[in-house]
């Protein structure tokens, strides 16, 4: 069996999930990767036979999104122009991870494909979504990269066709521990905006990581990562607790980890805005920005405060690819 797999490679979960599944689906078959994006924060060793700029997000100073980059820096043209060009007539099933250029080519070569991942769950109107709903972010998530089937990855089970998170066999096989610090992984704010904060409280010790850093460096109770698989993976099996973005495969790691964890949504993104809302309804903490006069505050109460008991199911992988193998084949 032929396999082309789209990777969305504007955000560090799509591509530490994608390396997670890919020996499983080689398992299936030969797999061509087409990663599409150009502003992750983590290196990629996927094996890509197709690459792209594809359609990137990225991000304001402050927490928000940078709408005036993504105009300058993504184009349309470009996009449909290589989605005509991928030869996706001849692979035997099409998996893709939210990606917008793979999808405009199924759409016009009149194709099957499945939508595989966290994005998918929103199809279902049982998974969570905030109080004010956005119409704008309720069709980005159901257009943007539309599909023929749909196999979604959620904290739970909303619907049928949700399953489990995907959690790296590094947490699987790990005996955490609590070291006492906190880790930090907040993409979306500059550092100058968030340092004096976490300095406040020279009692807490803080493992920071922070795109764009060469080396790692410790200043008073503050110990700076540059942003690496490996080491972010050791500080969050040993932390006492995470604050970091209400992505997906981060948090999801964090809760099947028994950690205590602290959300800050992007300020736009709406996928993160239902993020937030799933985990709220957990116990997990949700801000709403960290850029404000009582940040410190909510952190050493958050410190303090009891944890919710959370039990985070791990992905079947197999089971799941099995029940995705059988949607959308392109050939009989």
């Not at 955000?11 to 299936?28: D, E, K, V, W």
């Not at 402050?62 to 007539?89: C, H, T, V």
């Not at 939508?115 to 709903?133: I, L, T, V």
Request: charged share 15%; net charge positive; aromatic share 12%.
């Amino acid at each position: 069996m032929k396999i082309f797999y789209a990777v969305q490679a504007t955000g560090n979960g799509h591509i530490s999930r994608a390396t997670q599944l890919l020996p499983y689906l080689q398992q299936f078959g030969t797999v061509d990767i087409f990663l599409s994006g150009s502003n992750a924060s983590l290196s990629s060793n996927l094996p890509a036979t197709y690459k792209s700029k594809g359609m990137s997000l990225f991000y304001s100073p402050g927490g928000g999104l940078d709408y005036a980059r993504m105009w300058r820096q993504n184009s349309l043209l470009r996009a449909l122009r290589e989605a005509k060009q991928l030869p996706l007539e001849n692979y035997d099933i099409i998996i893709n991870d939210f990606e917008f250029v793979t999808a405009q080519a199924c759409r016009m070569k009149g194709l099957p494909s499945v939508q595989f991942g966290h994005q998918a769950s929103f199809m279902s109107p049982h998974a969570p979504r905030p109080a004010k709903r956005q119409l704008l972010g309720e069709w980005l998530l159901k257009k943007y990269a539309p599909a023929s089937h749909y196999v979604g990855l959620h904290f739970c089970a909303y619907d049928s066709f949700i399953f489990p998170p995907v959690i790296k066999d590094e947490f699987v096989q790990a005996n955490p521990t609590d070291g006492g610090h906190i880790t930090v992984y907040l993409a979306a704010y500059e550092r100058h905006r968030l340092e004096p904060h976490f300095k406040a409280l020279p009692h807490l010790q803080f493992h920071w990581f922070l795109p764009g850093l060469s080396a790692a460096s410790t200043s008073g109770n503050i110990s700076y990562f540059p942003v690496s698989q490996a080491a972010f993976n050791q500080s969050l099996i040993h932390c006492h607790g995470i604050i970091t973005g209400a992505g997906f495969e981060t948090p999801a790691e964090a809760l099947y980890l028994k950690k205590r964890i602290m959300c800050i949504p992007i300020r736009g993104q709406y996928e993160q805005l239902c993020n937030a809302a799933a985990l709220a309804q957990m116990g997990v903490a949700i801000l709403s920005d960290a850029n404000t006069p009582q940040f410190a505050n909510q952190i050493a109460a958050w410190r303090n405060a009891p944890q919710p008991s959370v039990v985070q199911a791990a992905n079947n992988i197999p089971q799941t690819l099995a029940y995705l193998m059988q949607q959308g084949r392109t050939k009989a």
